[in-house]
């Protein structure tokens, strides 16, 4: 499980890259708990954005329970992810981060998404949305089984 980042951590950051992080982190933790608690209550989840087979009409997903929903519909699925952030634009409230999510799943599969991650924060640094662009066919086009755990 990782998270690799290409800014200076240890240096004075956004709150929306702090919070962009500190999800990150949660999800490689597989702590749903931990995750939910770095959103406002209204907050949205567009993952990807637009319609998708996680979200059929592209509306996102609403609130604490529609993103606990989330969660269990996608994340859970999950035996590992890696997240490697190559860039991030900081820009008022948001952060736009240019990423590859690695995600292995049980059988030995993995998928790449290369994606743009939007993470707005609040004044008190709870996620008010997350927007992540990444296109299905272009992730799945990457699924691959991986013959031996050195490669996890």
Known sequence: MGVTVCWDVDS???PARVAALRSMEAVAAGNKQRWLSLFDPA?????????????????????????SAFWD??????????FVVRDSHAGGD???????????????????????????????GRLLSVRAF?????????????????SL
């Open 12 to 14: 004075e950051q956004p």
């Open 43 to 67: 907050a949205v989840i567009e993952d990807p954005v637009g319609p998708s087979p996680f979200d059929e009409e592209g509306k996102g997903h609403h609130g604490a329970e529609g993103i």
């Open 73 to 82: 519909l996608t994340i859970a699925h999950v035996q590992r992810f890696e």
């Open 94 to 124: 948001e952060v736009a981060n240019v990423a590859t999510i690695t995600t292995f799943f049980d059988g030995g599969y993995r998928v790449d998404t290369d994606c743009v991650i939007v993470y707005r924060a609040g004044s008190d």
């Open 134 to 150: 990444w296109e299905t066919d272009r992730a799945a086009a990457t699924a691959r089984q991986v013959d031996d755990d050195t």
